[in-house]
């Protein structure tokens, strides 16, 4: 089968598409044709390896598994002899935030794992392009107390974290501003935003309105920064460690007072989340962005455009 190698950390151009031995289900594995992966902002930091916290998972000087992804859709082409919960021709998707190889024709997953059937009515494109995104956007929201009627800022209304946080926020009923670029301000408010920045004009963290919870769903901003448009009690969280980890600090010592204050969760219990996303599917309360599809062969090119955090959504890939 075909797969996605690499044998050092670094950038697009130490990946190429390898012919390689099509995996084995074990006795409590699946075997999954896959039909989409994508390359998402999770892939590109364990292909870079750029931090030694990810590379304990991922492999220390080196990439322990040459197969990179974290996602994919697909249907099930054979089931080991111990797994009950699965048969062949069932449509699943699934996701391991510390890489699984799925950047391939095929790959073996764990039964019992972060596994669950595609919804009727859903497609595999919207079902891939959904689980890394909603993942986390639902564990974020999940670490602040929320209530209908209360206000958020999403900085990061396009990406597959933002867009999925606006969908989940908006079905609990809560007001939500986000930034985009100008020419996807439309794409945005039909997510359920009732207002949209253009962050290439206008500083949000400058603007007079206040708000519960600030997401910064792109890592872009600071706490700092957004304290002005908080709330007394509110709560910043960002996608990422920040400035020179500052994030992990900030959270601790909000643990100990009241006030403007910052959350760091760490993504936890992917089944969780899997199945609340089936929950919202069914209700045809999330329609995750898709970016593009690219071909597995032009794997180079999508994680150079997904390092370009240009995109929209997600960028799919397909076997």
């Not at 594995?29 to 990810?54: F, H, P, Q, S």
């Not at 500083?203 to 908080?230: H, L, N, W």
């Not at 992917?270 to 599809?293: C, H, M, V, W």
Request: glycine share 10%; proline share 6%.
């Amino acid at each position: 089968m075909k797969a996605v190698y690499r044998t050092v950390y670094g950038g697009p151009e130490i990946l190429e598409v390898r012919d390689v031995d099509r995996p084995e289900p074990k006795e409590n594995e699946v075997l999954i044709k896959i039909a989409y992966t994508t390359v998402n902002r999770t892939d590109c930091g364990v292909v870079l390896g750029n931090y030694l916290l990810m590379q304990l998972f991922t492999g220390l000087g080196k990439p322990k598994n040459p197969t990179p992804g974290t996602d994919f859709s697909g249907t099930v082409e054979a089931v080991g002899s111990q797994v009950q919960n699965f048969s062949v021709g069932d449509r699943v998707y699934g996701l391991n935030d510390n890489s699984h190889a799925t950047q391939a024709e095929y790959c073996t997953w764990p039964a019992d794992d972060s596994l669950i059937r595609i919804p009727e009515g859903v497609t595999f494109e919207e079902a891939v392009a959904g689980v890394e995104g909603g993942h986390y956007a639902l564990n974020f929201l999940n670490k602040v107390k929320l209530a209908p009627g209360q206000r958020v800022m999403v900085n990061g209304g396009t990406g597959a974290i933002g867009s999925a946080a606006i969908q989940m926020l908006v079905d609990r009923g809560i007001h939500v501003v986000a930034t985009c670029r100008p020419e996807h301000s439309e794409r945005v408010l039909a997510l359920g935003a009732s207002r949209v920045i253009d962050y290439t004009a206008e500083d949000f963290t400058q603007q007079d309105e206040q708000y519960d919870f600030v997401f910064d769903a792109v890592g872009k901003s600071r706490f700092r920064y957004c304290k002005r448009i908080m709330k007394p009690g509110a709560v910043y969280i960002s996608s990422e460690l920040g400035p020179k980890a500052e994030n992990i600090p900030l959270s601790i010592l909000g643990l100990f007072h009241r006030g403007k204050r910052v959350k760091f969760p760490v993504p936890i219990d992917i089944p969780k989340s899997l199945k609340y996303l089936n929950e919202l599917f069914g209700r045809s309360a999330y329609k995750p962005l898709i970016d593009q599809t690219f071909a597995l062969d032009d794997i180079q090119e999508a994680y150079a455009y997904v390092m370009s955090e240009q995109k929209v959504g997600s960028v799919l890939l397909k076997p």
